[in-house]
């Protein structure tokens, strides 16, 4: 009986899938997760890891930040090698804002949830969707304050109910109509439980330049999904209503949209990517204040929640080209640059003598 | 300090050593023949200091500009007015009520002061009928109106009449029609006085050198100064009296030369924020990521920047802020000074903090020490406060030319590839060189990156709830506030041999302090040591100068002897008795008779 001479191959390792920077999606992973088994964060952590992978984007640029609250721990969980920053309750924004002025080449990625924004951060959000701060601003939003153990926050809606039984009286604060009578340029909700959208809605931020509000409703197990709760999975499932389909379309990439022809609406974006909006709502355009504002008015009065990329205005330019600064980042400029000369000194003592 | 001590050659007259107060409405255009005033003594060579009492208002309240003039150098604030100049219709009667008998008052002419009091030297002037021929456009009256009073001046005191339109050409400018019709009133005044004033007092300004190169700037504009000469990149700031005028200056000077002459486009961002939590949570944002950031406000602002100052202090941010300490508590007197945020300040958040502050005294120091302040924010990686205060910030200081900096930046422990090797691992908060310095990267600098986080933690900056981890970090931020002790700006120690008495002040109390020293010799035959604190941490030198003398006068401007209670804590039991007080804190600047008087009683003499 004849053998083969030739040893067999050992089995060829399975081919790692690498970004167009070369790295895999485990470069883009954080710490092991503390929060709650299924936790709506621990999902919206995923799309985030997968999003910024796909969009191959340079770990090294992105800084985390984040306020207080379960939410707030999450940056722990997601991209390890980027700088984090966990501020005091609410007042990320400053902090993001800041650190964008020392370096505007950074892409601040900014988790909060419903309280940390809705309440003791409100006067902040008021100002950064003014100021139109490039980056990404994501508020995980479960109706309750989970890190405290069950309080009501500032999104819950009218007459939910806490699992101890008390019921809120107070109207919600609705952060994406706010957002958008504030300025701002990027508007969407979605779900943590909605993996397809979200991660659409995520890669359309990470192209955005201006702030991207993302209003991701992500139920808490622990003290918001009970029967009672509208923030429950249930409840959501039952409520939601899709804005039609996004497909995000890198500008690197080619990606065949595999639909049936309808209408579509193509809004560019800066860095020359597109967002196509499949129409399945008669002439809803992402680009009308007006058409965003009654939507999310009617949606809401009728107990659904609108999803999808609510309102967009790609072409207003950013706070930081309001201040025209030097290329090089402020934090990296040298003395010589920074330190005027003993020419100008001597010039202003002697306007002062 | 000028020690021109020869006794004036004729009998009552007062060469060089007089204070004048005017008392107008704010919002008059009283404020350039005040400057004009003060400019022209200077320009005599004579020492002098301005200082402006305006109330929280924007126009037609009073308001009162002293002008302290006096050939020693002592140019703190004088208890007594010698000069009044009663432009104001309401306060006009008190103020004359409030003189010192054989005071000097210089008054429009329809308020008939003479008749108030007999013990006064008066001259009545008639600003409108003077004011009339000099100006006919009736509007533009009222703001002319003052510089008669300075022509008047000019002709009593014996102040040079070239040195006054030198003085206004420069206030001026420009604005030809604005110089003709301000010389003319000054004219006016000096030929009204010269005809129908004789002197009946003895105030006289003669020509001396005390000032030669030196600049008069207010104290908020020498911060300005320091902190572009220190290479500030991102300033962030909310508008409050008597702060603003420190990032308003900032962003003439930095628009003016620190544009990028090829581009146009700035080395620099000036952020007005929404509010002043806003502020200090820019600043820490800038300086977490490496730059050069400041704030600027009073005390009410820094009571709003608790929670963040905690926050930076823990996590090791660097940052500036400036405090320009006005009344308080709460909002207090917006425009009246006082030393009143030392204490809560050095310890600002709550758990255990503690913060470097420097302490100028004069619009040099804050200049330099606002310099040093980004240098030592960098190096020991935490927020570092400026404390000076409404006296200093608003009022017109002499000062010597800045110098320029003669060392470069400072930009402390920067984990670079070098040291990355040469320590083989990092860890955000490892105490490598045992001063309680870690080495810290920053985002885009290419260094291994860290988690910046105020929750406890470990010497890797991970998440910690161990007592251990939790203890040997808060130690080590107490043995890096030890190791500022040799970093920041010592004590000035006069320290007399075999005296009993030490007086200690810091801030704008040194020209009261100083003067009070002075007096307190010459006129009781009381010698006394100085020591000026300029810095917190103290060095050994305060337990040192304590320990030379029995009894030690901490002199301060607030009621609860704030400095005196950090002094307690940091000097060994057995000297706090020593420890007395001389406080005011009535809301203007201290004056020296004031402390003399106070240090007498508690002396018992």
Redesign the interface.
């Known amino acids: 009986m004849s053998t083969d001479s030739t040893p067999t191959p050992a089995p060829a390792a399975p081919v790692k899938k690498v970004n167009r920077i070369q790295l895999e999606v485990q470069a883009y992973r954080g710490g092991k997760s503390t929060l709650c088994a299924g936790c709506g964060h621990n999902a919206i952590t995923e799309r985030i890891v997968e999003a910024f992978w796909d969009m191959g984007v340079d770990p090294?640029?992105v800084?985390k930040l984040s306020g207080i609250g379960c939410s707030s721990k999450s940056?722990?969980y997601f991209l390890g090698?980027?700088?984090?920053?966990?501020?005091?309750h609410g007042?990320m924004?400053?902090?993001?804002?800041?650190?964008?002025?020392?370096?505007k080449?950074?892409l601040p990625l900014g988790v909060s949830g419903d309280g940390d924004t809705g309440a003791i951060g409100a006067?902040?959000f008021?100002?950064m969707m003014r100021r139109n701060i490039p980056m990404i601003y994501i508020v995980e939003n479960n109706g309750c304050y989970g890190l405290t153990k069950g309080q009501l926050s500032p999104t819950a809606d009218l007459g939910s109910r806490l699992k101890n039984g008390v019921v809120n009286d107070l109207p919600p604060l609705d952060l994406c109509a706010l957002a958008i009578q504030l300025g701002a340029t990027f508007v969407a909700r979605s779900f943590s439980g909605d993996k397809k959208q979200l991660g659409s809605v995520l890669k359309a931020a990470i192209a955005h330049r201006g702030t991207a509000l993302l209003d991701v409703i992500s139920p808490c197990v622990t003290f918001n999904d009970h029967e009672g709760s509208t923030k429950s999975f249930s409840y959501v499932k039952d409520h939601d209503e899709p804005l039609g389909e996004i497909t995000f379309v890198p500008y690197f990439d080619d990606i065949t949209v595999d639909s049936a022809p309808g209408t579509t609406q193509e809004v560019a974006l800066h860095d020359g990517s597109r967002v196509i909006l499949k129409k399945l709502d008669d002439g809803y355009d992402p680009r009308n204040k007006m058409a965003a504002l009654t939507l999310l008015h009617d949606t809401a009065a009728r107990g659904e929640f609108a999803t999808g990329l609510l309102y967009i205005e790609p072409d207003r330019g950013s706070f930081i080209e309001l201040?025209?600064?030097?290329?090089t980042?402020?934090?990296?400029?040298g003395?010589e640059?920074?330190?005027?000369s003993?020419e100008?000194?001597a010039e202003?003592?002697d306007r002062?003598? | 300090m000028v020690d021109n001590s020869q006794a004036p050659a004729e009998t009552g007259a007062r060469v060089n050593d007089f204070s004048i107060q005017v008392a107008t409405v704010n919002g008059s255009g009283s404020q350039t023949a005040n400057l004009v005033l003060l400019r022209s003594l200077f320009q005599m060579g004579i020492p002098v200091s301005g200082k402006n009492m305006f109330p929280s208002n924007i126009a037609g309240l009073p308001t009162w500009y002293t002008i302290r003039a006096n050939r020693r150098g002592f140019i703190g604030r004088k208890k007594e007015v010698d000069l009044l100049v009663a432009m104001n219709a309401e306060t006009a009667r008190e103020d004359v009520l409030a003189l010192a008998p054989g005071a000097v008052v210089v008054y429009d002419e329809p308020l008939t002061l003479d008749a108030v009091r007999e013990d006064l030297v008066f001259y009545p002037v008639p600003f409108d009928k003077l004011v009339a021929p000099v100006c006919p456009d009736a509007k533009l009256r009222k703001l002319v109106r003052n510089m008669i009073y300075d022509g008047v001046l000019s002709r009593l005191l014996g102040i040079e009449m070239a040195e006054m339109e030198k003085a206004l050409g420069r206030q001026l400018g420009k604005k030809a029609k604005a110089m003709t019709l301000n010389l003319a009133a000054l004219k006016a005044g000096y030929e009204f006085a010269d005809a129908q004033l004789p002197k009946r007092d003895g105030l006289r300004a003669e020509r001396m050198d005390a000032t030669a190169?030196?600049?008069?700037?207010e104290a908020n504009?020498a911060v300005a100064?320091g902190a572009?000469?220190?290479?500030?990149?991102?300033v962030?700031w909310y508008p409050i009296t008597p702060s603003s005028t420190v990032v308003e200056t900032l962003i003439g000077?930095m628009k003016e030369?620190?544009i990028?002459k090829a581009?146009?486009?700035?080395?620099?961002?000036i952020?007005q924020?929404?509010?002043e939590?806003?502020?200090?949570?820019?600043?820490?944002?800038?300086?977490?990521?490496?730059?050069?950031?400041m704030t600027s406000t009073s005390g009410p602002g820094v009571s709003l920047m608790a929670?963040?100052i905690g926050?930076g202090y823990y996590t090791e941010v660097p940052a500036v802020i400036v405090n320009v300490q006005r009344v308080g508590p709460s909002t207090g007197l917006p425009t009246r000074t006082a030393q009143g945020d030392v204490l809560s300040t050095a310890v600002l958040s709550h758990g255990d903090t503690k913060h470097i502050m420097l302490i100028p005294s004069s619009a040099e120091e804050c200049y330099g020490f606002t310099m040093q302040a980004f240098d030592l924010a960098e190096r020991f990686q935490t927020p570092v406060f400026v404390m000076t205060d409404l006296d200093l910030g608003m009022n017109t200081w002499m000062a010597n030319?800045?110098p320029?900096?003669d060392k470069?930046?400072d930009r402390g422990k920067r984990l670079d590839a070098e040291t990355l090797t040469r320590l083989g691992e990092w860890g955000r908060y490892v105490d490598v060189d045992g001063d309680g310095i870690p080495y810290r990267?920053?985002?885009?600098?290419?260094m291994?990156?860290?988690?910046?986080?105020?929750?406890g933690h470990n010497a890797r900056g991970q998440?910690s709830e161990r007592a251990d981890d939790y203890q040997q970090n808060v130690d080590r931020l107490a043995r890096k506030f030890e190791t500022a002790r040799q970093w920041v700006p010592g004590e000035v120690v006069d320290s007399v041999p075999g005296v009993e008495i030490g007086l200690i002040a810091y801030g704008s109390s040194h020209w009261a302090a100083d003067e009070a020293r002075d007096q307190l010799l010459r006129e009781y035959g009381v010698t006394t040591s100085y020591l000026r604190l300029r810095a917190y941490p103290f060095t050994s030198e305060v337990e040192r100068f304590i320990g030379a003398h029995k009894r030690v006068y901490v002199i301060e401007q607030n009621r609860d002897a704030q400095m005196r209670s950090l002094l307690a804590l940091d000097v060994t039991p057995g000297q706090v008795g020593k420890l007395r007080s001389v406080l005011y804190y009535a809301g203007l600047p201290i004056d020296a008779r004031t402390i003399t008087d106070a240090v007498l009683t508690q002396e018992q003499m």
Do not use: C
């Open positions: 090294q640029r800084i940056p722990a090698t980027s700088h984090g920053f966990n501020a005091v007042r924004p400053p902090i993001a804002t800041g650190a964008l002025l020392a370096n080449h950074l006067g902040h008021v100002h201040l025209n600064l030097v290329d980042p402020l934090s990296m400029l003395e640059v920074t330190r005027p003993r100008v000194l202003i003592m002062l003598r | 190169g030196k600049i008069l700037v504009a100064i572009m000469m220190a290479g500030v990149t991102v962030t000077y030369y620190r990028d581009t146009g486009q700035a080395t620099f961002a952020v924020a929404e509010d939590l806003a502020s200090i949570g820019m600043a820490l944002g800038a300086g977490w990521a490496g730059a050069r950031s929670e963040f926050l030319a800045f320029y900096p470069p930046l990267s920053v985002p885009g600098d290419g291994p990156a860290y988690f910046n986080r105020g929750s998440y």
